[in-house]
Structures are given as structure tokens and as C-alpha cells.
């Protein structure tokens, strides 16, 4: 990430924070690593995705329907899933002083040591290769870093490292009030995806919902996992939440499947008018040994291209090992006649096409893809400048600023009239107080798409000066005309 990048995206963070959309969690205590409260036009933000995506999954396709699972699940799902054996991180000990550290930690305590001595090439390099080294999960590189880089322990002050071994990322607390015998038969996991809510449901769902393959059970919900590389504002964070569609189809139908979900899952943020160009595919070459296909769709973020979404073709893996653990038959029972024997499909163990994308991380998308710091010249030749944020109007925290041009004069009658007409139907913000330049402004810092102002010719001839965030334009249009050009926008 060069300097500039780095800087457009502290000036994100500082933004969202400054404008009510992402505060540090516990701020007063000075926060907590990687986790992260959502304010109030954050919420809404988020909630307005969260709800875009949902209505395109489960209202738009007929053939998908929408659970809702519990966080705690039963503790053999992650055995099953292979989330025990296979979840995991590096962490390497000091053999002097015993200490145990996550590599990650080692060594971006060591980056922020050359930023503050203003070697701020050297950080990114050096930061930059253990993002290389992590992603290849090369550990011997990994220790190598460390010790090229003469990174040593706080505590003994010495290099002596064993080698690099792995960490499970899932946290783990106990259940239940009554102590067990063996403490490990009351611990339970914090589920690190939505998705095993999803599979160990199939079968209820399948039949209460009638549903006939192929279908989708869709999910949003928070996720949470104890990252080693979480210094990216929201991008990566310890508690999150996902949005997850699990599509059942008939085995050896997943390759078209598979095609249709990428395709479809683009359509779908460019949907939002976002630009094509910023978005890539990355196709998968080292698999899961279950999965068959698999890609990213990523965006070009301030911080570099990054995965926001993975769309996997998982086979029939986690029914299967869910089946195996549980002694439960996960199969379905396909009446539809195949052309080829002349007889039904019969009994099978669908195959899977997962959408999964981080809701944080869509949200961080449109933060980052809407920030503007603009520069304008006035009519008089005279320079100004402003920061806006172009969300898109369907998911813009407010819809509508409704602006008296004075606090007399019968204004603010008028306008809490319009007000009560329109926030039945999207959500409003009213205002009185400065001049109206500067409330202009306000609103475009939090990507109001459309500001009214009520001034005395409203009194004359019941017309009201309607203001677009992009383009500042101005235009007067009756009071009466103001909701349904809100509604036909969003
Ligand atoms: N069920 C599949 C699954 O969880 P994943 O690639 O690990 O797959 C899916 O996660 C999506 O969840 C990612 O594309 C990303 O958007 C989001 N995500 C994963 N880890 C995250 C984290 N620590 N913080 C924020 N978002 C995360």
C-alpha cells in the first residue's frame, strides 16, 4: 500500500468515526483489538445492506427461504465441519522466558517500531512480505522474517524461537452453570461461520418449507474468529457478520450451479451502480480437498484489490461428515425422473454452492468506493472544497433532509408537515439550526441523497427547492411531487 493509499484510508476511518458510522469498541478503555460498534448512521448503513442482500436472496429467487440459527451450536458440528483439526493460525515461543506470541503480533509490534522511527517504506515492506509468507502459510519463511529482521522477545530480550506452530481460531467458552467432570465436555465455540447453521438445518428446512432441489437456505448473522492479522480497520475483524446462501442441487449439476452463482453474486453488487472496473474474480488454484471450484469476487479497496465475497463449490462434504457424526441420514428423496434410467434420481446427499459474503467488509466497500473529498469551484471563480459520500440512494442511512430556511415565518410547519408524510416510508432528517450551506454539507458527509428546503415562495406557490447530493444541483418542485421522487430513487 503506498503512502497516499494509506492515507485515503486513515482519512476513511476518521471519517466514519467523526460522522457516527464506526467507533472502536469500548472506546473509554481504549478500545479492543479488532472489534468494532456501529453508530447511527452506521446501523442503518449496515442494516440497509444486510436487508438489499436479504431481499434479493430470499424474496427475488423463489427457490430460496431464510433461516435464522443460534450462535452456540452443539460442539460436534466443529468436529464434523473439520473447524478443530483444520482452523488455525501460526504462533511461535521464546525458549528463554516461555513467552508465547501470535507471529502476526511479532511482527507488526516490529513495523510500528520502524513507523515510528519514520521508516514508513520499510514497514510496509516488511509487512507486506508477512502477508506473502502467511497467506503461502510458510512457516520457515515466516521464522526466517523474524529473525532477519532481529525481532526479539519483550520479556527475555533474546531470538531464541522454537519453530512455528499453529493456533486455532475459534473461541471457545463454557456452557452451562454446573461444572462438569471433564471441563471439556462444557466447552462450546463461538461459531466462525454461518454456514454449519445452515447444513445441520437441511432437513427441517427442507421439509417444513417444502422446498424441491435445487433451493437455498439463506442466513445473516455474526461470526467470530480470533484473527492473527486484524489491523485493517473493519476489513478483518474478531466478531463480524456474514451473509450466507447454501444452494442444494443434484449431483453432477454443480458445475452450471456454480457458474450461475458467480455470475449472479457480481450482478448483484454491480446491481448497486458500483463500478465494474474495481471488481475482479480470483479463481482458486490450491482447493480445499472437498471443494471442487472455488473463487473470490474481490474489489479494489484504498488498501489493494481484496476478497469481499467467496463463492465455493463445496461437493456434498459437509452433509456427508455432518451425517457421518451425527448418525443421521442427510439425504433427499428426488422424485423427478432421470432421462437417462427412466426411473427417479432417488436418494442422495445434495452437493453445495456456497455465496458467502462479510457483511463489515460490503459495508467497508461502499465507505470506501462512496468517500469523496471534492474539490469545487463557485460560479464566482472562487474554490471550495467538501467531502461527500456517494452511497447509493437504495441504501443511504437517510433518504431525505428536510431543511426550513428559517425557524419562523410558519417554515417549520410546513416542513414538519412534509415530514410527516414522508417517514412512514424511508427514513428523514430534519433540521433548523445554521446556515443552510452548512447543513448541506452535513448531510452530504453522511450521503443524503436528496436535501429539501422549505422557504416563503413554499408559502406562494407550494413549491420547495430540492438539492442532489452529487451533483449540487438545485431545482423547484411542488411539496406534493417530494415523496414519490424519493420512493422512484430508493
Ligand atoms: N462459509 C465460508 C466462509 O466463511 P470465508 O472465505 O472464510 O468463507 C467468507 O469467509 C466471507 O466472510 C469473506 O469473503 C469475508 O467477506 C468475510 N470475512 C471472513 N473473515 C472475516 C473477518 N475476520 N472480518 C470480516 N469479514 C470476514
Not at 475459534?170 to 456452557?175: A, D, R
Not at 453445495?352 to 469551484?377: P, Q
Not at 424511508?426 to 448531510?443: P, T
Request: hydrophobic share 35%.
Amino acid at each position: 500500500m503506498s503512502t497516499q493509499q494509506d492515507n485515503i484510508f486513515q482519512q476513511i476511518i476518521s471519517h466514519a468515526k467523526e460522522y457516527g458510522f464506526v467507533f472502536p469498541s469500548s472506546e473509554i478503555y481504549d478500545g479492543l483489538s479488532a472489534v468494532y460498534d456501529y453508530g447511527p448512521y452506521g446501523s442503518e448503513l449496515k442494516k440497509n445492506i444486510r436487508e438489499y442482500w436479504w431481499k434479493s436472496m430470499t424474496q427475488l429467487h423463489d427457490n430460496i427461504v431464510g433461516i435464522d440459527a443460534a450462535i452456540f451450536m452443539h460442539p460436534t458440528t466443529w468436529k464434523a465441519s473439520g473447524h478443530i483439526d483444520n482452523f488455525s493460525d501460526p504462533m511461535i515461543d521464546n525458549k528463554d522466558s516461555k513467552k508465547r506470541y501470535r507471529v502476526d503480533h511479532l511482527i507488526e509490534a516490529k513495523a510500528d517500531t520502524l513507523a515510528q522511527e519514520g521508516k514508513k517504506e520499510e514497514e510496509f515492506a516488511l509487512l507486506q512480505k508477512m502477508d506473502n509468507l502467511l497467506a503461502a502459510e510458510d512457516f520457515d519463511g515466516l521464522k526466517q522474517l523474524i529473525l532477519d529482521n532481529n525481532i526479539t522477545c519483550s520479556v527475555s530480550g533474546t531470538a531464541n524461537w522454537t519453530d512455528i506452530r499453529q493456533f486455532n481460531l475459534m473461541f471457545k467458552t463454557e456452557f452451562g452453570a454446573v461444572a462438569a467432570d471433564n471441563p471439556d465436555d462444557n466447552i462450546v465455540y463461538l461459531r466462525p461461520e454461518t454456514a454449519q447453521g445452515i447444513f445441520v438445518n437441511f432437513l427441517n428446512v427442507q421439509k417444513t418449507a417444502r422446498m424441491k432441489i435445487p433451493f437455498g437456505i439463506a442466513q445473516t448473522g455474526k461470526a467470530f474468529r480470533n484473527e492473527i492479522v486484524a489491523r485493517q480497520f473493519i476489513f478483518r475483524m474478531r466478531e463480524f457478520e456474514q451473509m450466507e446462501m447454501q444452494f442444494f442441487v443434484r449431483p453432477g449439476t454443480e458445475a452450471e450451479w456454480y457458474k450461475f452463482w458467480k455470475e449472479e453474486r457480481l450482478n448483484w453488487h454491480l446491481s448497486l451502480r458500483l463500478p465494474k472496473e474495481k471488481y475482479r474474480y480470483h479463481d482458486h488454484i490450491k482447493l480445499a480437498h472437498y471443494a471442487k471450484e472455488a473463487c473470490d469476487i474481490e474489489f479494489e479497496f484504498p488498501i489493494g484489490f481484496k476478497e469481499v465475497e467467496g463463492i465455493h463449490s463445496r461437493s456434498n462434504f459437509d452433509l456427508s461428515q455432518h451425517q457421518q457424526y451425527s448418525r443421521k441420514k442427510q439425504q433427499y428423496f428426488d422424485n423427478d425422473i432421470n432421462p437417462a434410467t427412466g426411473k427417479p434420481y432417488g436418494n442422495y446427499i445434495p452437493y453445495v454452492i456456497e455465496t458467502s459474503i462479510g457483511l463489515d467488509r460490503m459495508f467497508l466497500l461502499i465507505l470506501s468506493n462512496a468517500y469523496e473529498e471534492e474539490k469545487i469551484t463557485k460560479e464566482d471563480g472562487s474554490t471550495d472544497s467538501r467531502v461527500v459520500l456517494h452511497i447509493p440512494a437504495k441504501i443511504a442511512p437517510v433518504k431525505l433532509a428536510i431543511l426550513p430556511l428559517l425557524k419562523k415565518d410558519g417554515l417549520p410547519e410546513i416542513a414538519q408537515e412534509l415530514l410527516a408524510s414522508c417517514k412512514p416510508y424511508f427514513k428523514c432528517f430534519y433540521e433548523e439550526k445554521d446556515a443552510i450551506g452548512k447543513r448541506y454539507r452535513r448531510q452530504d458527509a453522511i450521503g443524503t441523497p436528496f436535501c429539501v428546503t422549505i422557504d416563503h415562495q413554499t408559502k406562494e406557490d407550494n413549491t420547495v427547492t430540492i438539492r442532489y447530493r452529487d451533483s449540487m444541483q438545485q431545482e423547484r418542485i411542488p411539496i406534493s411531487k417530494v415523496k414519490q421522487l424519493v420512493l422512484e430513487a430508493i
